[in-house]
């Protein structure tokens, strides 16, 4: 089965500045995608960036970029220029031929102003 | 268009009542799946819709848990027989049948069992 792990529980981050999240997964899958969901204290759960395995270059979205490494099955998340809405419980998210999602335990990032 | 919505977003059962938790998915996803997350967790499986076939229960927990999506559009998540370890976030997102499609979430209701 995959798993998903993400070693920080928490994590902080001066405004402005440019904070990397850690995300290993475990699979024998080749086909697969990965994905970084931000959840609110509000509890909806936005998407963020999506990586699919079969691409080398790595995903971007704005302020957000990943660090896809196919050979060593990590996927960071990396936040430029932080802002306070950044704020929020970011999941790792693994999606495979079976196309649910499984997720890691999440890290909790807080941005101080 | 309009996003994922789940109601109600609270719910007090007394353990052993039987609670029921509706989903209605963004218009025109064919696929819908229910997550349970557990307080300081991340999002576990639970069914998964491919319109109105279950193709995935795997991660129901017990018989007690039952999700059905008659039409292909709105799905329910039924517990019966309530117990404490069912309090949680349930979780309902849905997705186009692209391999694969995102999927986008509901706001979750938050199920309390005293």
């Known amino acids: 089965a995959q798993t998903v792990t993400q070693s920080q529980p928490e994590m902080s981050v001066q405004e402005a500045e440019t904070v990397t999240l850690s995300c290993t997964y475990d699979?024998?899958?080749?086909?697969?995608?990965l994905f970084w969901y931000k959840q609110p204290p509000s509890r909806q759960m936005i998407l963020v960036i999506r990586?699919?395995?079969?691409?080398?270059q790595n995903a971007t979205e704005n302020r957000f970029s990943v660090n896809f490494q196919k050979a060593a099955k990590s996927f960071s998340l990396k936040i430029s220029d932080s802002q306070l809405g950044d704020a929020a419980m970011y999941f790792c998210?693994?999606?495979?031929?079976?196309?649910?999602?499984?997720f890691g335990k999440g890290t909790k990032l807080t941005v101080n102003p | 268009g309009a996003g994922v919505s789940q109601s109600p977003r609270y719910k007090v059962a007394k353990r052993g009542q039987d609670v029921a938790l509706r989903c209605d998915p963004i218009s025109g996803h064919v696929s819908l799946f229910w997550y349970q997350q557990a307080l300081g967790q991340g999002p576990e499986f639970l069914t998964y819709f491919q319109n109105e076939a279950q193709l995935d229960k795997s991660g129901l927990p017990s018989d007690r848990f039952f999700a059905e999506r008659p039409e292909g559009s709105v799905s329910t998540l039924k517990i019966q027989r309530t117990q404490q370890e069912d309090s949680a976030v349930y979780l309902c997102a849905s997705s186009l049948r692209l391999p694969p499609g995102t999927q986008y979430f509901g706001p979750g209701t938050r199920l309390l069992v005293l």
């Open positions: 998210a693994y999606q495979g031929g079976s196309e649910k999602l499984v």
């Open positions: 699979t024998s899958e080749s086909d697969y995608y």
């Open positions: 990586q699919e395995a079969y691409k080398q």
